[in-house]
């Protein structure tokens, strides 16, 4: 199973970015997608995450400026930011629990891509 991340760049406060990733491979079904994200010199922290069933989470920080997506029947997921501010430049990182044909269920992570946030 493969994750491939797209979206990021270069965005001036108060703009909008939309962060896809799609999966590919092996896949029976996904329980959950995500992304995460990581600010040097922090830990990754949760930005959103959607389950199988739709319902949502979000990091406190959010506040309302983002939302996460799937399209299961093209095994993606989108995040669509607005409002960003200087602080959400980080690396973000696209995550599934995949189910895969075989029979295992695993996490997997896209490769990352850089948010960034200035004028």
């Known amino acids: 199973v493969q994750l491939q991340a797209s979206g990021g760049g270069l965005v001036q406060p108060g703009g909008s970015l939309r962060l896809s990733c799609a999966a590919s491979?092996?896949?029976?079904?996904?329980?959950?997608m995500g992304w995460y994200r990581q600010i040097p010199g922090k830990q990754r922290e949760l930005v959103a995450r959607?389950?199988?069933?739709?319902?949502?989470y979000y990091g406190d920080f959010v506040k309302g400026r983002f939302t996460i997506s799937r399209d299961d029947a093209k095994n993606t997921v989108s995040l669509q930011m607005n409002d960003l501010k200087s602080e959400d430049t980080a690396v973000y990182y696209c995550?599934?629990?995949?189910?895969?044909?075989?029979?295992?269920?695993?996490?997997?992570w896209g490769q990352g891509t850089q948010v960034t946030v200035s004028s």
């Open positions: 959607i389950q199988s069933g739709g319902r949502t």
């Open positions: 491979g092996m896949i029976s079904s996904i329980d959950v």
């Open positions: 995550n599934m629990v995949v189910r895969t044909t075989w029979g295992s269920t695993n996490s997997y």
